[in-house]
């Protein structure tokens, strides 16, 4: 039984196609001239097969990355310990976030808390853990703790937000936490351990040397009118509302959000606010973040490493 070739089957290249009728004809030539007692025939040449085409190399350029760090408006702003000026030097707050998570900006660190743009969390401690920021202002807000003070532009951004959350109608805003010393923060977090144990004072509260409030970048709001709230019912309030709606507008997230306690480690805190900066408070919301860690693209930190 006969099979029908596919259609798609592979043709036998051309040289092979005119190969073999020439091949045939020279057989059959032989064979009459012997029949007909000629001796010899003239042989045949055959056509030299065509060259391969040889097709040019091609050659691919490598194309290194533009390092920010050597841009002159860059250096001179880390100079100056300008930390605003240095991401607005990077193109703003998304070109900044990019390079660092791409790995090329290695004249910034993420570790550093002299920097607004560090990364305080259960994995990350301040480098060193006794870290004291270099000058802190009081805030012009009502405080019902003696920790009333942040670095100056925090204390400016927090004044600002304040004011216009009131002029808007949300209500008066109070500070019930600010910068806390490394001392301050181990009298703190072992009140707790005395009350809830090591395990429930990790989810509420920072070991001394890890809190973000020791950076003197992060504070606990209260909402105030004739009196002031508890810190637990700040979410619910309108400040609370208005705060997180606008806060990215001054420069501020919201650092613990409900849902990604498995990134932060901490239980949801809408009271505990952190600066970055306007341009990266912009990137950071703009962009649908809700953990640093995210933003910056460094692992979850639930828990101690020990």
Known sequence: MSVTQPRHAVRAPLAVRVATPIGVLFTAAASLATLMGISAIEPIELPAPAAAMVLPGVELAETTAANPCVDDDVTAALAAGDDAAVVHAFGGGSEFREAVVAGNAPCVTLDD???????????????????????????????????????????????????????????????????????VQQRTYGTHVRELGQSGADAISARPGYSEHQSGLAF???????????????????????????????????????????????????????????????????????????????PDAPDYAH
């Open 220 to 298: 606990d709001l209260i909402a105030c009118a004739s009196g002031c709230s508890s810190l637990e019912q700040f979410g619910d309030t309108s400040q609370g509302r208005w705060v997180a709606e606008n806060a990215w507008k001054y420069g501020f997230i919201v650092r613990y959000e409900r849902g990604h306690t498995g990134t932060t480690g901490y239980l949801p805190e809408p009271w505990h606010i952190r600066y970055v900066g306007v341009d990266l408070a912009a990137a950071y919301h703009q962009g649908g973040f809700h953990t640093l860690e995210e933003f910056f693209g460094l």
């Open 113 to 183: 808390p002299k920097y607004i743009w560090v990364v305080v969390n259960k994995m990350r401690p301040l480098q060193p853990e006794s870290f004291a920021p270099a000058s802190l202002t009081g805030i012009g807000l009502y405080a019902s703790t003696g920790s009333n003070e942040l670095r100056p532009a925090a204390t400016d951004a927090l004044e600002a937000m304040a004011a216009d959350a009131a002029a808007a109608g949300a209500g008066t805003l109070g500070i019930n936490n600010g910068y806390r010393s490394y001392h």
